[in-house]
């Protein structure tokens, strides 16, 4: 993932935080709001159950002054026509329950001016219907009982009063009953509101629970997302690390065993070179000089794989890099590998080394020929490609943006996770003991990443495997291709001045041996300051400046600027196993710089002095 991807899902994550976090503060803001409705609404149930409590009991009184009233005419009817004893407890009865609902009403009615003031109006009439009672059942008990029913008198004045006070008591009771149904509805509207807001409170609850709960687990997928992604690039890193160190080490050894080879092959030819044909010892020379080459040829790949080859970028068409290579194919594979090739009509151009290129095609193919024994197809493809944080895979150290990518896929064996852990690493191979050198992969891997680019493999055990390799795309037009070099019948040879600047002694003293047989004067320094000094100090022409690339205290670029300055018109050739990043960046020596690679033969050395002091493009 990379460092754009890292930081998306980071922000993601925030803005599901926060999003969690506002609806949370919308729903606490409900549930007040919620909270505060629901007070008032029981409020006005409390309010409602109280009036129609009070109503009740109101209308549950004057009912009670009703049937006292009918007590109290009872008891003294009853007791008028037969004096018995027990009406007269239920004319007590009466007159007892009306005084005492009577102080009932009263304070029931207390808030209510309106029945109070119609109380008021009822009192008199029933003081008299009181006093009518009473006054009968006095004449009752002077009189003693009756002859006969017929001889007495009834109260006939309480019979009105009687009949004047109901309707004015079922008024009155009439208007308790529709204030008790007002109530009652009041009741039930509030009763209403409550379940309403009951079911919202539960249904927002609910959605607020469901949502926050939706949230956080969007909010824990993209985190698990994000660190899923973050142990990817960690391991991507720590690979790339571990491959890193294995290439400075790789790098290192290589550089230091280059110039072993070149004092090994320098004086092998040497020494072949003072011997007469069909001496004895020119194959054992000859035997020393191959061995040296095929060091050589290891050492070059581990410095691909450690990316400190120097590289001379061209603008390049991939398309014609793999068409021109398809024959060199046809001859390495064998007939039952059918190779296919797709190339992009509007493919961009690379800026790279063609002959790495190569390499990479090569090694590749090798790589899938042995990995399809039995036959199969290999596949080549072109394509462009544009790059952005959303792919999720896409390593750290690959910048988004656009790209050409070169794909190769076989149908072969395929890998499993564990090799394919491994395949870029130096000397890993899956082959038997001597089948390999374990360095094809690496160099691919090497070459893609000098080349500021990335290398990915897509395998799995017996679906074969996918290489797709990304390669910056730059708009520039491809350059010409360097024609090939026509091979000498006879290493060239001059009369030139050469300045000779190697800080590795037994380099520098074959490399000085082979030029001054060859005709050249040559002057050699150990140290770039002793070159500067001879050149400032000289007064003959020096038409040649062969340095080294990495030298103490001075590189070779720079030394050769000095000397520039000094001798307008010197031609410079480097000579040097790798180049750093000291000298240009990613290894790149500067256009048009002229590099003899160690180790270097004799002929190789001649030639390519010849070709820079004339101006030609030297051999490869």
Not at 396 to 402: E, N
Not at 430 to 450: F, M, N, W
Request: proline share 4%; aromatic share 4%.
């Amino acid at each position: 993932m990379g460092i754009g991807s890292q930081a998306e899902q980071q922000a993601s994550s925030r803005r599901a935080f926060l999003l969690a976090a506002f609806a949370l503060a919308v729903a606490l803001a409900a549930l007040a709001g919620v909270t505060a409705l629901a007070r008032r609404t029981f409020e006005r149930l409390q309010h409602g159950s109280d009036a129609r409590e009070h109503a009740y009991d109101v209308l549950i009184t004057l009912r009670r002054i009703r049937q006292d009233i009918g007590e109290m005419r009872v008891g003294v009817t009853g007791y008028v026509i037969s004096h018995d004893s027990v009406y007269l407890a239920t004319y007590r009865s009466g007159t007892t329950g009306l005084a005492a609902d009577t102080t009932a009403i009263r304070r029931l009615t207390a808030d209510v001016p309106s029945l109070q003031r119609e109380l008021d109006r009822l009192q008199p009439e029933l003081r008299a219907y009181d006093t009518d009672l009473a006054s009968t059942l006095r004449t009752a008990r002077l009189e003693g009982p009756p002859v006969s029913a017929g001889s007495k008198n009834i109260p006939s004045l309480s019979g009105v009063l009687i009949e004047t006070l109901r309707p004015r008591f079922v008024a009155i009771e009439a208007e308790q009953t529709r204030l008790l149904e007002l109530s009652t509805l009041e009741v039930e509207r509030a009763v209403y509101r409550t379940n309403v807001i009951f079911t919202w409170v539960l249904l927002g609850g609910t959605v607020v629970v469901f949502g926050t709960a939706v949230l956080l687990f969007v909010h824990l997928r993209a985190r698990a997302r994000a660190e899923a992604q973050l142990a990817r690039a960690q391991e991507q890193l720590n690979e790339s690390q571990r491959l890193e160190a294995v290439g400075q080490l790789a790098g290192g050894v290589a550089h230091d065993f280059n110039n072993i080879l070149t004092v090994i092959t320098g004086f092998c030819e040497l020494v072949q070179a003072k011997l007469p044909v069909g001496h004895p010892s020119r194959r054992d020379l000859l035997a020393i000089r191959e061995a040296g080459q095929k060091g050589a040829e290891l050492t070059r790949q581990l410095l691909a794989f450690s990316r400190r080859q120097v590289l001379e970028l061209s603008v390049l068409d991939l398309n014609g890099v793999v068409e021109r290579f398809r024959g060199m194919l046809d001859r390495v594979l064998p007939a039952n590998i059918e190779v296919v090739l797709r190339l992009a009509d509007d493919l961009g151009r690379v800026r790279a080394d063609r002959v790495q290129m190569e390499q990479i095609l090569m090694n590749l193919g090798v790589n899938a020929r042995d990995a399809m024994s039995a036959g199969g197809r290999l596949t080549m493809e072109t394509a462009n490609a544009a790059l952005d944080a959303s792919i999720g895979d896409l390593p750290s150290d690959l910048k988004p943006g656009r790209y050409v990518a070169l794909i190769v896929s076989d149908t072969g064996i395929g890998m499993d996770e564990a090799t394919r852990a491994h395949i870029f690493e130096p000397f890993f191979t899956t082959k038997a003991t001597g089948k390999g050198s374990g360095l094809g992969l690496a160099t691919v891997y090497g070459i893609v990443k000098q080349s500021g680019g990335q290398v990915w493999v897509y395998s799995e055990p017996g679906r074969g495997s996918t290489f797709k390799i990304y390669l910056p795309r730059v708009e520039d037009a491809p350059g010409q291709e360097p024609a090939p070099a026509v091979a000498a019948t006879k290493d060239p040879r001059g009369t030139e001045t050469i300045l000779l600047v190697e800080d590795e002694e037994r380099v520098r003293e074959v490399t000085q041996r082979i030029l001054a047989a060859a005709g050249y004067r040559v002057l050699s320094a150990a140290r770039p300051e002793a070159a500067l000094e001879m050149v400032s100090q000289r007064t003959g022409p020096i038409q040649l400046l062969l340095t080294d690339v990495v030298m103490p205290g001075m590189s070779g670029p720079q030394l050769a600027a000095q000397v520039v300055r000094l001798l307008p018109g010197i031609k410079v050739l480097y000579q040097s196993g790798y180049s750093e990043e000291a000298i240009a960046q990613h290894g790149a020596l500067e256009s048009g710089a002229a590099l003899l690679s160690k180790p270097f033969t004799g002929s190789s050395l001649q030639r390519t002095v010849r070709a820079v002091l004339d101006g030609t493009e030297p051999p490869r």
